[in-house]
């Protein structure tokens, strides 16, 4: 199975990950933490697919 992308031509798209937090065990594994934002713009609205609401 072969995903369909759903990235158009007239979206804006801004995708940002920060404030990291790595915590390192005696066992020698790793947990990282971090925060994400993405912010997605399409002038005409969105997809049918996704509900087709307007802006």
Do not use: C
Request: proline letters at 4%.
């Amino acid at each position: 199975m072969v995903a369909k992308p759903r990235v158009t031509e007239d979206k804006a798209s801004f995708h940002l990950r920060g404030n990291h937090r790595i915590t390192f065990e005696a066992d020698g594994t790793a947990t990282v933490v971090s925060h994400g934002y993405a912010w997605n713009q399409m002038e005409r609205g969105a997809l049918p697919e996704n509900g087709g609401n307007a802006i």
